[in-house]
């Protein structure tokens, strides 16, 4: 397991959570904190493998535009992608 | 390798200045955490790997470039049961070129042939030395197993090429984790690199103009639509093989495919790497890459339009667009290589 810090940049955003397989994409199961310099932030701890996820921004899923890569969740939405080494 | 030492300090600039927004790995690494409830489980895959080098056309005249990518041949050679014995596609013409080269047939015969097969053929060009790899990698494979294209020609035995052999491993294992048909890798390069504007100006434009709804999907995924590295699943590198094999642009002719064919496609940063010198930096190729792209996108259309009524007409009026598209594309091509 490795802890992955996820930081989304959404200075506008009443509520921001994170979805992705490590939590069956349930926008209550990490939510993300509110930083001083206005980055959502939120810290998981992620096993070996390739995972897909995506920011929900205010209720909107979103792309993550720093991540290392792209493809489609199982409802066929783009989402994001992060190794883990 | 997940993410790079390189990405990771490149993002902490963006968080530096407040613009960041993305994933790093926490330092240090957490081992007691327990297992994140719901979490996806990877789907096992019984399937093999399948590595296919293209040997430089040109040997380049230094071999540290050959060595770091021969090294990670041989790292994956030592992983029979994950990886299938890589292939190595070496043109004929690059063999009698080299033949009186003392260092290039050590090469061969001491690293290329120990650590991959090598498969000599004639080619008119590298995507005729794709076909011949991929096409004999899949006589070999199974139906859960994946092709994995390292092109030869790129600057290896750079830190940063260095960096991106370490992490092209994981086009393959996306296919295999995340079961999709194909991943596309994709390199960095600046706003005035040859393949940006290539790929801008040439690729995309003509896209936009034989199939607009195909290249919105793409471009969706990537904006390196020609990029030699990728991965491929065996059920849709059976279609791609058995459908017409155009002679030029052939990740252009596999995204579209996958477009048609609705498969599920991926794209994975693989960092910063260069062509080796002599490779596509100047205008010619430049140019001689965007007229190849027209011509198999006007290939492509005709093969799936012909059958229309009305498709010469049509087809004259794309072709009229098509051709203002590729002068536009000279032109700034022109502008900026020269």
């Given at each position: 397991m490795r802890a992955i810090n996820f930081i989304c940049h959404a200075p506008q955003a009443t509520k921001v959570s994170i979805v992705g397989d490590f939590n069956n994409?349930?926008?209550?199961?990490n939510p993300m904190k509110h930083m001083p310099d206005r980055s959502w932030l939120t810290t998981i701890n992620l096993k070996h493998g390739h995972h897909r996820y995506a920011f929900l921004i205010d209720g909107v899923l979103s792309l993550d535009p720093h991540a290392q890569g792209i493809t489609r969740n199982d409802m066929g939405e783009r989402v994001s992608l992060v190794p883990v080494s | 390798m997940g993410i790079s030492l390189r990405a990771a300090l490149s993002r902490a600039t963006f968080k530096a200045s407040s613009q960041f927004t993305g994933a790093v790995e926490q330092t240090p690494?957490?081992?007691?955490a327990k297992p994140v409830r719901g979490a996806k489980t990877s789907k096992a895959s019984a399937g093999k790997i399948h590595p296919i080098v293209i040997y430089p056309f040109k040997q380049p005249n230094h071999l540290s470039d050959l060595e770091s990518l021969y090294g990670l041949v041989a790292r994956l050679a030592a992983k029979p049961g994950s990886y299938a014995r890589p292939i190595t596609v070496m043109d004929r013409k690059t063999y009698y070129s080299m033949k009186g080269h003392r260092e290039f047939q050590d090469f061969r015969t001491n690293t290329v042939a120990l650590h991959s097969e090598i498969i000599d053929a004639w080619c008119v060009d590298t995507c005729q030395m794709w076909y011949v790899g991929l096409g004999a990698a899949f006589e070999r494979g199974g139906e859960n197993d994946v092709y994995w294209l390292i092109p030869?020609?790129?600057?290896?035995?750079t830190p940063a090429g260095q960096e991106v052999l370490g992490g092209l491993h994981d086009l393959p294992e996306i296919i295999l984790e995340l079961d999709q048909d194909v991943c596309v890798g994709e390199i960095a390069t600046g706003h005035n690199n040859s393949k940006h504007l290539i790929d801008t100006y040439g690729t995309f434009a003509l896209l936009y103009t034989w199939f607009p709804g195909e290249a919105q999907e793409i471009r969706q995924f990537t904006?390196?639509?020609?990029?030699e590295f990728f991965a491929v699943r065996h059920s849709f590198l059976h279609e791609v093989l058995t459908q017409r094999w155009y002679p030029y642009e052939q990740t252009v002719v596999m995204l579209l495919q996958a477009v048609f064919g609705k498969k599920r496609i991926s794209r994975f940063f693989v960092g910063s790497v260069s062509d080796l010198p002599g490779g596509s930096e100047s205008l010619a190729p430049a140019l001689q890459q965007v007229e190849r792209t027209e011509r198999v996108l006007k290939s492509m259309w005709r093969e799936r339009n012909?059958?229309?009524?009305d498709w010469i007409q049509l087809y004259r009026h794309l072709e009229t667009q098509s051709e203002q598209v590729r002068r536009t594309a000279s032109t700034i091509l022109q502008n900026h290589l020269t």
């Open positions: 994409w349930n926008p209550a199961a | 690494m957490t081992k007691t030869g020609d790129f600057d290896y035995g904006e390196r639509p020609r990029s012909q059958y229309r009524g």
